[in-house]
């Protein structure tokens, strides 16, 4: 609750610096992250109505366009990933933020899609391991982004460092997880505008805090 309340004070006290950005680059991602799906959709439908290519066709068609939609959704994400935690590190500090801070993470966008791959190998592994065991990686893991960005760190280091980090935190940050869950839910109620303007960009914040905190900062009171 503590993180969720930072999180809360910082977006509402800079709003069109903080929150507005967050929200704007995770829209472009959105809409990067799917186009191919949009566009292959599109495609297909329109063959099948034409009746251009059989069913046969049509599915390895539509297996194949689901597999690029995954790639470049990944890159996309990935790339992303490293401004949207800049950002937030930054607002979490209490430091000047501007609106191009989430669309500055290429340099961090080789190392994150290294940790992005390989936390969804291990995390969907865990997954098949009876569910719980997933659940323990990835709040182990959670902290690998803040660690490129943050200290400069190669992808594989930053995972093995997030799970050193989070020993004896992993229930407090699963509470975190569940309060969030209740947070979206209350933003999607707004009228889905909420969960844009206020839940996530509040999310990205509190995460960072966290970290932070962990890590052993004094975060200034928002102001």
């Not at 034409?50 to 890159?75: E, I, P, R």
């Amino acid at each position: 609750m503590d993180a969720w309340g930072f999180g809360w004070k910082v977006i509402t006290t800079r709003f069109t610096t903080v929150a507005l950005p967050i929200a704007v680059a995770v829209v472009v991602q959105a809409i990067l992250g799917s186009i191919v799906s949009v566009i292959g959709s599109t495609a297909t439908t329109v063959l099948a109505e034409q009746g251009v290519v059989d069913a046969t066709a049509l599915g390895v068609l539509s297996f194949a366009v689901s597999g690029v939609n995954t790639v470049v959704s990944l890159l996309v994400n990935a790339f992303m990933a490293g401004g949207l935690m800049a950002t937030a590190l930054k607002a979490a500090r209490g430091q000047p933020t501007s609106f191009g801070d989430p669309f500055s993470g290429g340099r961090y966008f080789g190392r994150m899609l290294v940790a992005v791959i390989v936390a969804f190998i291990v995390v969907t592994i865990g997954m098949l391991l009876c569910f719980v065991p997933g659940i323990i990686v990835a709040l182990g893991i959670v902290f690998y982004g803040a660690l490129i960005v943050d200290q400069d760190m190669a992808g594989i280091d930053a995972l093995k460092k997030s799970w050193e980090m989070t020993k004896g935190h992993k229930l407090n940050i699963f509470l975190f997880g569940l309060i969030g869950i209740a947070v979206t839910i209350a933003g999607t109620l707004a009228c889905l505008i909420g969960v844009l303007l206020v839940s996530v960009p509040m999310g990205y914040v509190a995460m960072a805090s966290i970290y932070l905190r962990i890590k052993g900062e004094n975060l200034p009171v928002p102001s």
